[in-house]
């Protein structure tokens, strides 16, 4: 299958892809990109991780063809916006600068189809510990960066027993009570500078959990990430917003049997390749 035979959308909302990171999946990006195009493209943040590159210099070729294919999205006419966060900070002192015809700013408003108007935001603005206790920050990086390598070691193990693909990382976000209430609070605080502004719903990213959900009176949407879950947001032409998921990949490359996916958008030739 040929690349502008690709699933066609109004706009995509991507974000945290981490590139620069050993964590980035960017071959399953590479993936989705390939089977997904957009007239507008929105890079909701932390697409290059600056503060591991700083840490340790880490950009393998998949991660450079990233950066390649959206250029040449940008070259096929799609118009491409990067929302900086906070692992790519640095951006925000290029806000209003085009890179490749990439533009770059802190936050924007997006129109649907419809109608409704939605702040696009990375998310980090309204994160406590990112704002007041930035070596408290770094030092969640560091122990999500450990669970990951746990990830590594516990799947490997259970593919020896022949078990499934488990995130042991996932896992323990969701099930640590902090946390728990630490993604409630955000999605709160978010929704309410949508209100603030008038907005009729929120998309970031930052908390690498996606969601369509609806927070009094307010559609808030996380884009989720490219290290753990590899989910995008989708507006349709008549401007439904859709969650997806691009993990089929996941269980397969690491050595596990292959699972039947719902959510795998993929034509069955391409499937079959």
């Given at each position: 299958?040929?690349?502008?035979?690709?699933?066609?959308?109004?706009?995509?909302?991507?974000?945290?892809?981490?590139?620069?990171?050993?964590?980035?999946?960017?071959?399953?990006?590479?993936?989705?990109?390939?089977?997904?195009?957009?007239?507008?493209?929105?890079?909701?943040?932390?697409?290059?991780?600056?503060?591991?590159?700083?840490?340790?210099?880490?950009?393998?070729?998949?991660?450079?063809?990233?950066?390649?294919?959206?250029?040449?999205?940008?070259?096929?006419?799609?118009?491409?916006?990067?929302?900086?966060?906070?692992?790519?900070?640095?951006?925000?002192?290029?806000?209003?600068?085009?890179?490749?015809?990439?533009?770059?700013?802190?936050?924007?408003?997006?129109?649907?189809?419809?109608?409704?108007?939605?702040?696009?935001?990375?998310?980090?603005?309204?994160?406590?510990?990112?704002?007041?206790?930035?070596?408290?920050?770094?030092?969640?990086?560091?122990?999500?960066?450990?669970?990951?390598?746990?990830?590594?070691?516990?799947?490997?193990?259970?593919?020896?027993?022949?078990?499934r693909y488990w995130s042991f990382s996932a896992w323990a976000k969701f099930r640590v009570k902090k946390a728990v209430n630490f993604i409630g609070s955000f999605q709160t605080v978010v929704s309410d500078e949508a209100r603030r502004i008038g907005a009729d719903g929120v998309i970031c990213g930052h908390i690498h959990h996606a969601t369509i959900e609806q927070i009094d009176g307010?559609?808030?949407?996380?884009?989720?990430?490219?290290?753990?879950?590899?989910?995008?947001?989708?507006?349709?032409?008549?401007?439904?917003?859709?969650?997806?998921?691009?993990?089929?990949?996941?269980?397969?490359?690491?050595?596990?049997?292959?699972?039947?996916?719902?959510?795998?958008?993929?034509?069955?030739?391409?499937?079959?390749?």
């Amino acid at each position: 299958m040929v690349e502008n035979e690709a699933r066609k959308f109004r706009t995509l909302f991507l974000s945290d892809v981490h590139l620069g990171s050993k964590g980035a999946k960017a071959s399953f990006l590479l993936d989705f990109l390939k089977y997904h195009d957009a007239d507008t493209i929105y890079l909701v943040g932390d697409i290059v991780d600056g503060w591991r590159l700083r840490r340790n210099w880490h950009w393998p070729q998949e991660h450079n063809d990233i950066v390649q294919k959206l250029l040449r999205k940008s070259r096929k006419g799609a118009r491409i916006l990067y929302i900086a966060g906070n692992h790519d900070e640095f951006l925000r002192d290029f806000q209003g600068t085009h890179f490749g015809g990439i533009e770059v700013m802190d936050r924007t408003m997006h129109e649907t189809a419809d109608g409704r108007k939605f702040l696009v935001i990375h998310g980090d603005q309204f994160d406590v510990v990112v704002r007041n206790a930035r070596h408290i920050a770094y030092l969640g990086d560091w122990a999500y960066d450990a669970a990951l390598a746990i990830n590594t070691v516990m799947n490997k193990v259970r593919r020896m027993l022949g078990l499934r693909y488990w995130s042991f990382s996932a896992w323990a976000k969701f099930r640590v009570k902090k946390a728990v209430n630490f993604i409630g609070s955000f999605q709160t605080v978010v929704s309410d500078e949508a209100r603030r502004i008038g907005a009729d719903g929120v998309i970031c990213g930052h908390i690498h959990h996606a969601t369509i959900e609806q927070i009094d009176g307010i559609e808030y949407i996380n884009t989720g990430d490219w290290v753990e879950s590899c989910t995008a947001i989708v507006e349709h032409h008549d401007g439904r917003m859709e969650l997806l998921s691009w993990t089929h990949l996941i269980g397969e490359q690491a050595g596990f049997a292959p699972v039947v996916r719902l959510d795998d958008k993929r034509p069955k030739a391409a499937n079959a390749a």
